[in-house]
């Protein structure tokens, strides 16, 4: 905060309060009385004379005018059997009773417990969460502890991220944050025991997948530990160390996919045994995920005291950099071995939505301004924001829900209204990046919010509220994996989500192939970013709605939840699958949404 003066004082604070607040007739005419010796030398002029005189005829004539009662506007107010008016005085006349009415005083300063203490029981809502990572940690741990992730109808494990036991690092940070001491520890434990040795003898994993889930996990584990330590926590589990030095070795092996690429932009796919590491099969890179690595190893970097991990990672931002753009949008493929993007494809949805995500993160965790030279991740990110308001943000029809679209062919192609559930993290994203994490209300106080800021926050509730209606359109208030929209060139009336009573039910298209559910967080994670920067409860209680439609829908009674094959039919048929993301992105996000 800044220590320049504000241009007025505490008192004249408690002056405008003052104005407000009732005074009984005894202190009137007190202080009338007192008053009176300083206004006397004011009436001993002719001038002064007169112009009292001229008040007192005026106050005179006020007073004995009375105005009929023609223009009064009524509004009435059903109530059950009963009829209220309200009456607006419109004439401009003024009441003889009004001139001796109470002030108007100044409400109540009410605690953040007062305000809202009529609506939902927060507190309550937070436990029913935690019971819910309960029971998907008690399904896990039953019948595939140690496996990536939980089949839950078949009751087994299955490793298909490589068999570092995702899941396991993945739920450790949300248990922590909740305070479930029997996860942290049984998972802890695990970690402490088995970890280390799968790291050096397992084969292939995909860079991205293993660094935002199992490094990104164990980082995450490390901060906290480190963060309850020497504090009366009651966290369970190993050494703070034990999760650094586990992460160390597996960030160790995961550098080959850097090493072993002949420019800046890595390798997709690493052979932890070996280290080494190699292109996919066809020889191409996701943009996003080449782009979403440097989070975790900027931070181990600087737990480690060791520069090689963030000097890899931040390779690839600054070579990216140099590329050519389309007003700051870039395609979803990029070449390891040529450093060039591949494709036309410009989305923001798969492969292409973390890219601009972590521009701004990246940023935000170098310490904005303090560090020059990455000033050009924020213009990326800006520019990056403007091409996407200019080349995909739309309308749908009939309704007018903002969504953003694809060019799928670049950008002289065609527009396609297909809007991935992954592009949800959009809303978040901006609202982080007009505020810096601050509180609408205090950036706005502070005068921090220049005209592209106000407009990327608008944005972000317009996508925000197009992502929940993506949920309540359908039968089963949960999201379609991808939706397109009803615009002027597009259209189908008969796929829609299968909720006849959405006043979107023909804004929003679901063909039959994308009607899949996979347990996705990017929404809850917006909806939870902008209540927390605008504090407007609707977010948090459409957060509130989704985690009982996952409840109602996704839960499988043995242990666990389950993605759901089609989410606009009721009862939906399940997957048979838990992705390590529910323990790790949405009981995490959920639980922080409900807190106060």
């Known amino acids: 905060m800044s220590s320049k003066s504000l241009p007025y004082s505490n008192k004249d604070i408690l002056y405008d309060n003052a104005k407000f607040r009732h005074r009984s007739v005894f202190k009137v005419i007190n202080q009338t009385l007192l008053a009176s010796k300083v206004k006397h030398h004011c009436t001993s002029c002719s001038t002064g004379k007169f112009l009292a005189l001229l008040m007192i005829f005026g106050i005179a004539c006020l007073l004995l005018t009375h105005t009929s009662s023609t223009g009064s506007v009524s509004y009435g107010v059903a109530n059950g059997s009963r009829n209220d008016t309200y009456e607006h005085n419109i004439s401009g006349g003024i009441r003889f009773g009004n001139l001796f009415r109470r002030a108007p005083r100044l409400p109540p300063q009410l605690t953040p417990d007062q305000i809202g203490s009529s609506g939902p029981n927060w507190v ?7 019971k819910a990572f309960i029971h998907a940690w008690s399904g896990y741990k039953r019948y595939a502890m140690g496996f990536d992730e939980l089949m839950p109808l078949s009751k087994q494990g299955v490793d298909g991220l490589g068999g ?15 305070g479930v001491d029997e996860v942290v520890s049984e998972a802890g434990s695990w970690i402490e025991k088995h970890l280390s040795s799968r790291i050096s003898e397992k084969g292939q994993v995909n860079l991205f997948e293993t660094t935002i889930r199992v490094l990104g996990g164990l980082l995450s584990a490390y901060h906290l530990s480190s963060v ?18 586990t992460a160390k070795n597996l960030a160790d092996r995961l550098l080959s996919g850097f090493t072993s690429s002949p420019t800046a932009i890595p390798f997709g796919d690493v052979v932890l045994r070996d280290p080494s590491a190699h292109p996919a099969p066809d020889g191409l890179s996701s943009t996003s995920e080449v782009s979403t690595l440097q989070l975790e190893f900027n931070y181990l970097s600087t737990v480690s005291n060791d520069p090689k991990y963030t000097v890899a990672a931040m390779k690839v931002l600054e070579h990216m950099k140099t590329l050519p753009k389309v007003e700051g949008l870039v395609p979803i493929f990029i070449n390891p071995n040529s450093g060039e993007f591949s494709g036309n494809n410009i989305r923001l949805g798969s492969r292409g939505d973390s890219y601009y995500e972590y521009l701004l993160k990246v940023w935000l965790q170098k310490g904005l301004n303090r560090e020059s030279n990455l000033t050009y991740l924020y213009d990326m990110y800006e520019e990056a924001m403007k091409g996407v308001k200019h080349r995909l943000v739309r309308k749908s029809i009939p309704n007018g829900l903002v969504f953003v679209g694809e060019l799928p062919y670049g950008a002289d192609g065609d527009f396609s209204p297909k809007m991935d559930h992954l592009v949800c993290f959009l809303a978040g994203t901006l609202a982080l990046g007009a505020t810096k ?3 609408k209300e205090k950036a706005l106080r502070d005068n921090l919010l220049n005209f592209e800021d106000l407009e990327n926050l608008k944005l972000a509730e317009d996508l925000a509220e197009t992502c929940f209606q993506m949920y309540s359109v359908t039968s089963t208030g949960l999201a379609p994996e991808i939706a397109y929209f009803h615009t002027e060139e597009f259209s189908d009336g008969h796929l829609d989500g299968g909720n006849k009573s959405s006043k979107y039910l023909n804004d929003i298209i679901i063909k039959r192939a994308d009607r899949h559910n996979l347990l996705r967080p990017e929404t809850v994670e917006s909806l939870f970013v902008l209540y927390r920067i ?16 996952f409840e109602k829908y996704t839960r499988v009674d043995t242990g666990g939840y389950s993605s759901l094959d089609d989410v606009t039919t009721i009862p939906p048929h399940k997957r048979d699958k838990m992705e390590t993301f529910f323990f790790g992105r949405d009981s995490k996000v959920s639980v922080l949404a409900v807190r106060r």
């Open 437 to 439: 994490g601050i509180t």
């Open 534 to 549: 605008t504090e407007d409860p609707k977010y948090r209680e459409w957060g509130w709605q989704i985690f009982e439609a």
């Open 124 to 130: 309550d809502r937070q436990e029913i969460v935690k």
């Open 164 to 178: 570092l036991g995702a899941t396991v690092v993945d739920a450790l940070d949300t248990a922590m944050i909740m």
């Open 228 to 245: 309850n330590q020497g504090t009366n926590s009651t966290l369970k589990g190993p050494e703070p160390a034990v999760y650094l030095e």
